[in-house]
């Protein structure tokens, strides 16, 4: 049987009942000066400028110079690219040692969000020890920076019509095209996670202008809780998830469950001492 995701071609009209059912079909990519130039990549690279411009508007609030957040970004930006791709293409191994072309076609979708962040950190952490900045408190500015720039990047899922849920009756369903012809109803999985991503990122940020932020590494614990307690239940509604070797369990869920209870408990033991 062929797995919803194969149905979906990137040209798939996209319609949504809740909105009358008008229907949406933007390109997955563009012609400018007679190269192709496709929209998932230019979501992300919006993604990340918002999430720089952030960041240096707001490092004196943590104690940080603001060029100091530049120095970071140079490192961390391409470590995060790339940690995203390696990742998704080692728990999908199999298919690309069949199509190692596709490997570095990262402007076709495929970058694990996990991979991004884990590959992050450990960017920051050496740069911030060769730099001397607070390591937890630039993990801290960077926390809201990156529930703001993955609430954009999701958005170049739906252009790649790619990342969806399950087929669903719910009142936002999601139309989309399938080969055969047929509208297939889902969950809009990318949009869910926008969204969450998009409150968690103004909840951090109503905490730093009302001053609660009380200790470095507090709004990378409540960053561990949030995103990973709404990725660990919207993963599940998934169709494309990425699997453990040999099982049916989906890694970021169990990263997700990971993170939050760390998260959690980080939070716990400040508050009790």
Sequence with gaps: MTALPDLIGRDSPICFPMLGGAVLDPPASVTLLGR???LYGIVIALAFALGILWCARHAPAFGIESDRVYDVFLWMLPAAILGARL??????LDYYRARPSEIFAVWEGGLAVYGGVLAGIAAVLLVCRRKQIPPLAMLDLLAPAVLLGQAVGRWGNFFNREAFGRETDIFCRMGLTAVTGETVFVHPTFLYESIWNAAGFLLLGTLLRRGKRR??????????????TGRFFIEGLRTDSLLLPGTGVRVSQVLSALLAVFGALVLIRKRHE
């Design 36 to 38: 192709t130039v496709y």
């Design 87 to 92: 990742y998704y293409v080692l728990f999908r």
């Design 215 to 228: 200790y470095n590494g507090q709004f990378t614990a409540l960053y561990f809780l949030w995103y990973g």
